[in-house]
C-alpha cells in the first residue's frame, strides 16, 4: 500500500528517542522530511544526523514543546526552509517522577505535567494548522494514553488527566479542522518499551505482561506504524480518532489491588 507519504514535511515533538524516534524514522522510511523537535538538543542532533546515517532527511531543533516562542520560532523556520509543513505529531512527554496521590501533589507537577502534554499539543496545533491548510493537506497525531483510556494507577492523576485532555481536544480539533483536508487523531499506546518506564520494578513488569491478552508491553515501532497510518492519504476519513495501541487491555491491576 502506498502512504502517499513521499516529500512531505513532518514534525515530531519529543522526537530525539523512544516513541518519537521511531515515529521519526518509520515517516522517514515513507519518504517525508522528518523535522525533530525535542528540548534535549544534544539527544536530536544526534537522532537527525542517524537518520541521515539511514539515508534519510532529517533535521533537528532544540526547543521546548510547552513554551509559545519555542514553538513559533520552529514553525516559522521549517515553513521556510521547506516550504510546507503536513504533518505533525505531538509526542513530547515526561514521566510520573516521583508519583503523587492527589491529596498531596504539588501544584508545580500539577501544571509541569500538564503543560508538557497539553500545553504543547494545542501551541504546535495552532501553529501549523495555517500551513497544512494552505497545503490542502494535514496530519495532526496526538498521543494519549492508556493512563486515560483505561484510568492511571494511583499516583499519577495529573498524567492521567493530561492525556484525557488530549483525547477531548482532538476530538473537537477533529471538527474544526475536517474540511479543511486536515484530520486530527490521538492514540492511546499501553505500556512502551522506552526510557520512560524504564524505572518499573520486575513486579511491575511481571504484572503488564502477564494481564495483557497479547502477553507483553508494547514496542514503540509498534506505535511508529499506527501513527504512519494516521499520517497517510489512506486514513484521509479517519478523523476525530482515540486509537488504542495497547494489546486489547486498558486496565490494569497491581498485585496491591491498585490500578494504573
Ligand atoms: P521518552 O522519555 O522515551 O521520550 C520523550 C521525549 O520527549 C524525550 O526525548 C524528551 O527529551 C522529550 N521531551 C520531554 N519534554 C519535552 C518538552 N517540554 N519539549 C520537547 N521535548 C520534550 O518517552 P516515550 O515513552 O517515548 O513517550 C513519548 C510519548 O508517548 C509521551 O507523550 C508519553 O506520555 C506517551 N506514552 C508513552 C507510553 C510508554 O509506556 N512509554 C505509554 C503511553 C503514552
Same mark, same amino acid.
Given at each position: 500500500m502506498d502512504l502517499g507519504l513521499e516529500g512531505r514535511v513532518?514534525? %515530531? /515533538?519529543?522526537?530525539? =528517542?523512544?516513541?518519537?524516534?521511531c515515529e521519526a524514522r518509520c515517516l522517514g522510511h515513507e519518504g517525508c522530511e522528518i523535522v525533530i523537535v525535542d528540548v534535549d538538543g544534544k539527544a536530536a542532533d544526534a537522532a537527525a544526523q542517524a537518520l541521515r546515517r539511514g539515508g534519510q532527511r532529517a /533535521?533537528?531543533?532544540q526547543a521546548n514543546a510547552s513554551d509559545e516562542q519555542d514553538t513559533r520560532r520552529v514553525v516559522a523556520a521549517v515553513s521556510h526552509r521547506f516550504g =510546507?509543513?503536513?504533518?505533525?505529531v505531538n509526542n513530547a512527554g515526561i514521566g510520573v517522577n516521583p508519583a503523587w496521590r492527589v491529596a498531596d501533589m504539588p501544584l508545580d507537577d500539577w501544571d509541569r505535567m500538564v503543560g508538557v502534554h497539553m500545553r504543547s499539543t494545542f501551541l504546535w496545533s495552532r501553529s501549523v494548522i495555517p500551513h497544512m491548510h494552505a497545503n490542502g493537506y494535514g496530519r495532526i497525531v496526538n498521543t494519549s494514553s492508556? !493512563? *486515560? /483510556?483505561?484510568?492511571? =494507577?494511583?499516583? %499519577?492523576a495529573h498524567y492521567a488527566a493530561a492525556k484525557a485532555g488530549i483525547a477531548g481536544f482532538t476530538r473537537t480539533? @477533529?471538527?474544526e479542522v475536517g474540511a479543511m483536508a486536515i484530520t486530527s487523531n490521538a492514540i492511546a499506546p499501553g505500556y512502551v518499551e522506552t526510557d520512560l518506564i524504564a524505572a518499573f520494578t520486575p513486579q511491575m513488569r511481571s504484572v503488564l505482561t502477564r494481564q495483557n491478552p497479547v502477553g507483553r508491553t508494547c514496542r514503540p515501532e509498534e506505535v511508529a506504524a499506527a501513527v504512519a497510518f494516521l499520517?497517510? %492519504?489512506q486514513? @484521509? *476519513?479517519? !478523523?476525530g480518532a482515540l486509537l488504542c495501541i495497547d494489546g486489547g487491555r486498558r486496565d490494569f491491576f497491581w498485585d496491591d489491588g491498585s490500578n494504573g
Open positions: 513532518a514534525i %515530531v /515533538t519529543g522526537g530525539a =528517542r523512544g516513541i518519537g524516534l /533535521t533537528a531543533f =510546507r509543513i503536513d504533518i505533525l492508556m !493512563n *486515560f /483510556t483505561g484510568g492511571g =494507577r494511583p499516583g %499519577v480539533l @477533529a471538527k499520517c497517510s %492519504v486514513a @484521509a *476519513f479517519i !478523523n
